[in-house]
């Protein structure tokens, strides 16, 4: 016999004949057809009617769309195989349960003949074969475990939770002052920056609601008796992505987290079972495990970022640092002082004049024209002249004519100035871009640029950004990948979360070895005789330093490696760059042994 489907006016014909509006239908299938075709369209009056048990049948099929809390029945009959008086009858349900589950089985209608008229002998077995009649279907979620979020060595950073939100509202207080002064007691342990002052400046300038602290559980329940009571104070509980350690990476993993939230959901798992008249789980009928959603790997090392941050904080300036590994683009850490934290990630989207630092761009630049070598002996006089413009080095030192490894060591402005003078107009653009510096970065969870450096055909504008004043501005994070790609030999790509691949728009053309290979002695010889000298203790770091003048001081850079970490540390305003040396030492001095 072959299969009906539920919704054809033949079958609706028939049902209504078998209702007794006309002639009494021949055979038990059509009576099935009807029984099915108005259990699924959820007329289960209707479809009671087709059974010996209209009042019993009717609440069972009641219960059944009710239990699943299905949105849709699909079903279909089958073959009928009769036998005097009875029959039975193949049926097929398919139920669209909410969240766009699927539920197909199969089971037989048990049909009956009396007074020559067909019927379906009620069972709960008409709705499941495995349904007792003493028992109903219910269906049961599963919610999926929600993603985490660890560290290189996979320990967590963010995992699931519930976050309290306290806010303060300073106009519903009578003494907002008071106020101030309690959540300030309350939660200056978990937030040393929080004070009566400051939360009430805060709060008074905001509009409405100031939201004073975000606490995690255990957070949470240290204060809440404290807070709950005070005038204008609300707690708020939601469900977020918390930090497992308040002080590890904080503006990076608020980057991070905004970047992941909308993903950490899996797809919860699902069952039907059957229960009995006291409740009871029974039997299981069907199940779709949850599949969890897979963690977010990122490219921090906990112990890298950890030595970076304790270098960081104890510096009053605007402090930061990102290191980089250069054979895999894996950024390491980026760590920021609480003073530079109040202007954003500008660890790496900070832009500023590289000073010094950028003499390694105009070296990389006369190598690869053939302008000059490492090895070619260049004049380095307390001043020089080009164009109208007088460029000194500092404190007006002169070690008369060197090479240029000696001038790169003693960071000679007259030497590189005067090769930059001498250089192409692009040839600085060019040569960074090499470095890697210039392209846009794309890199998922982490807001980046590595700077500008434009082509120069104005010779004074060249001469002046060759020394990394000028108009070249850059990031640590820019400075960090050229030092990488100097280590590593060409430009990473680098990247935060593992499995999301950055976008680079702008071309990246390869350096030449014999480029590389000088730069590399350069920067070594700045640590071993040169103005690096204090981290000469912390193993074989090759560096660069540099001050960047700018109004109201200078700023303090350090740029190099150490085997497979690349590094940039900046001071604004920092003074001298020995500042800087000092910073990148105490985080190589903390790193465990083996880094």
């Not at 192409?424 to 960074?432: C, F, I, Y």
């Not at 004074?460 to 640590?476: C, M």
């Not at 728009?505 to 014999?514: E, K, M, Y």
């Amino acid at each position: 016999m072959p299969t009906r489907m539920v919704l054809s006016l033949t079958v609706v014909a028939l049902a209504v004949a078998a209702a007794g509006c006309a002639s009494e239908p021949r055979g038990p299938l059509p009576v099935a057809d009807a029984f099915v075709e108005a259990f699924a369209r959820n007329d289960v009056a209707a479809a009671a009617e087709f059974t010996n048990l209209p009042e019993k049948a009717s609440g069972a099929l009641r219960s059944a769309w009710d239990k699943l809390q299905a949105e849709q029945l699909v079903a279909r009959t089958g073959a009928a195989r009769v036998s005097g008086d009875t029959a039975t009858v193949d049926y097929t349900y398919e139920w669209r349960l909410p969240k766009n589950r699927m539920w197909r089985y199969s089971g037989q209608l048990q049909m009956g003949r009396s007074d020559g008229r067909w019927m379906v002998r009620w069972t709960s077995s008409d709705i499941h074969p495995k349904l007792g009649d003493t028992q109903t279907l219910a269906l049961r979620s599963a919610p999926a475990p929600r993603a985490r979020v660890n560290e290189q060595s996979g320990s967590d950073v963010l995992v699931p939770g519930k976050v309290s939100r306290v806010a303060f509202t300073a106009a519903q207080a009578t003494d907002a002052k008071a106020v101030a002064t309690a959540l300030a007691a309350a939660l200056n342990r978990f937030d040393k920056s929080l004070t009566p002052e400051s939360i009430l400046r805060a709060a008074k300038a905001a509009t409405g609601a100031y939201t004073v602290a975000r606490l995690n559980e255990n957070e949470s329940g240290q204060v809440s008796t404290d807070l709950i009571g005070l005038p204008g104070v609300t707690l708020t509980q939601q469900w977020d992505l918390i930090g497992t350690d308040r002080d590890f990476a904080p503006d990076l993993l608020a980057q991070v987290r905004k970047t992941v939230i909308e993903e950490v959901d899996g797809k919860a798992g699902w069952s039907v079972v059957t229960m009995n008249a006291n409740g009871v789980d029974t039997d299981l009928l069907t199940e779709v495990p949850a599949q969890p959603a897979p963690s977010f790997s990122l490219s921090i090392d906990r112990n890298v970022q950890n030595a970076a941050q304790r270098a960081v904080d104890p510096r009053t300036e605007q402090t930061m640092m990102v290191v980089l590994r250069p054979s895999t683009g894996a950024i390491l850490a980026v760590a920021q002082n609480k003073a530079a934290d109040r202007d954003g990630p500008i660890a790496t989207i900070g832009q500023y004049p590289p000073g010094s630092v950028f003499k390694t761009v105009t070296a990389a630049a006369a190598i690869s024209t053939g302008l000059a070598t490492p090895d070619t002996v260049l004049p380095c006089p307390s001043q020089i002249v080009i164009g109208e413009r007088t460029i000194p080095n500092y404190n007006l030192f002169t070690v008369g004519s060197v090479p240029m490894t000696t001038a790169y060591e003693r960071s000679c402005n007259t030497s590189f100035a005067q090769l930059a003078s001498a250089l192409p107009g692009s040839a600085l653009h060019d040569t960074a871009a090499k470095l890697g510096v210039g392209p846009r970065y794309s890199v998922v969870g982490l807001p980046t640029v590595s700077g500008t450096v434009p082509s120069a055909d104005n010779l004074i504008q060249r001469t002046e950004d060759g020394i990394g004043q000028g108009k070249v501005v850059v990031s640590p994070f820019g400075m960090a990948l050229m030092t990488a790609t100097i280590a590593h030999g060409s430009a990473p790509v680098p990247y935060l979360i593992a499995g999301r691949p950055t976008e680079i728009d702008g071309d990246r053309p390869a350096l030449a070895s014999d480029v590389v290979d000088g730069l590399r002695a350069m920067m070594r010889r700045v640590v071993t005789g040169g103005t690096a000298e204090r981290i000469a203790d912390q193993g074989e770091v090759s560096g660069k330093t540099g001050e960047a003048e700018v109004d109201g001081g200078s700023h303090s850079w350090f740029v190099g490696f150490r085997g497979d970490i690349a590094f940039a540390t900046l001071l604004v305003r920092g003074g001298s760059s020995d500042n800087a040396v000092a910073v990148t030492r105490d985080m190589f001095a903390a790193l465990p042994a083996g880094y």
